[in-house]
């Protein structure tokens, strides 16, 4: 099965490498389609220097697996651009933070299967031949439309090797939103304050967790997906004990002067509410502050 990995980004990258160690057929596909090499250091601080297969966009329909792990925000852009280079038997998988891309892509490519996906691994480039993995995660992934025949047993085994431990789920919604409450409390405030995921502990930024998961709580049951908030709160707070000496991707996105995603985080949870009628003025301020940061960032 032909893999295609779409950016040079830190997700991409360590799929890249996930693929390079077992061997699969694969190539990351990017504008320029420069040939580069790319040093590693992984989890257990082993280091080593690997080629990246780099192609350009062209080659994007000689896939059966295209793997989007970019922004919530390129989404849409890439499809429109690059759909007359996506064949209908091709699988795409999103990869991403953040919610609000599958209807997105569903009317662009009503023909296409189309897999959901979120990740809690952590990779970080420090510049852009440099990949730091942090460590290992887990991975959560659903089939969104399976429109036409493909190899879906294969599919799943070659995505649950890449990102293991992984766990497939008939309804991947609920995993989504799960994940969206953790990015929504650690992501804004992190870039907004300027800190690590563990310095969240403090009182004064639980204070706000707390709000922000009540706030999620009400959206989430009234889209009847249930979470109590103190079952998102204990759910928020073990993530930012894991990845205590973490910094989340928004930290990082407002470090080098980038748009955020914030739009598919604390923002779609605001427009999720807003059509259940339901009010969220914690999150809503929490996208003005980053908003206001961001206003003469360039795209990533």
């Not at 599958?102 to 691994?121: F, K």
């Not at 300027?194 to 969240?200: D, I, K, M, P, R």
């Not at 004064?204 to 967790?209: A, D, G, K």
Request: proline fraction near 4%; charge should be neutral.
């Amino acid at each position: 099965m032909k893999i295609s990995i779409i950016g040079n980004g830190a997700v991409g990258n360590m799929l890249a490498v996930s693929c390079h160690l077992q061997k699969l057929d694969y190539q990351v596909l990017t504008r320029r389609g420069l040939a580069s090499e790319l040093k590693v250091t992984d989890g257990h601080n082993g280091q080593w220097q690997m080629p990246l297969p780099v192609a350009p966009l062209s080659k994007l329909s000689q896939s059966e697996l295209i793997i989007l792990p970019l922004k919530a925000y390129q989404i849409a852009d890439f499809i429109e651009q690059n759909c007359s280079l996506i064949q209908p038997q091709q699988t795409l998988v999103l990869l991403h933070n953040g919610m609000g891309t599958i209807e997105s892509c569903q009317q662009l490519l009503p023909s296409n299967n189309l897999i959901a996906g979120t990740t809690n691994y952590g990779a970080f480039k420090p510049d852009s031949s440099t990949l730091l993995i942090k460590g290992q995660g887990e991975s959560h992934f659903g089939w969104v439309t399976q429109q036409t025949d493909c190899h879906r047993q294969v599919i799943e085994q070659v995505l649950s090797s890449l990102l293991p431990p992984s766990t497939w789920h008939t309804d991947i919604r609920l995993a989504l939103w799960l994940k969206l409450a953790v990015n929504a409390c650690i992501n804004p405030l992190t870039a907004i304050y300027e800190v690590t995921n563990g310095e969240l502990r403090a009182e004064r930024f639980q204070t706000q967790i707390i709000a922000v998961c009540e706030e999620i709580s009400q959206v989430m049951k009234y889209l009847g997906f249930v979470q109590e908030p103190k079952a998102l709160l204990q759910r928020v707070n073990k993530v930012i004990e894991d990845t205590a000496d973490n910094f989340s991707s928004m930290n990082r996105d407002i470090v080098a002067k980038r748009l955020t995603e914030i739009d598919f985080i604390n923002g779609y949870i605001v427009k999720q509410a807003q059509l259940c009628g339901l009010a969220c003025p914690v999150n809503l301020n929490l996208i003005k502050q980053i908003k206001a940061m961001e206003r003469h960032y360039l795209p990533y």
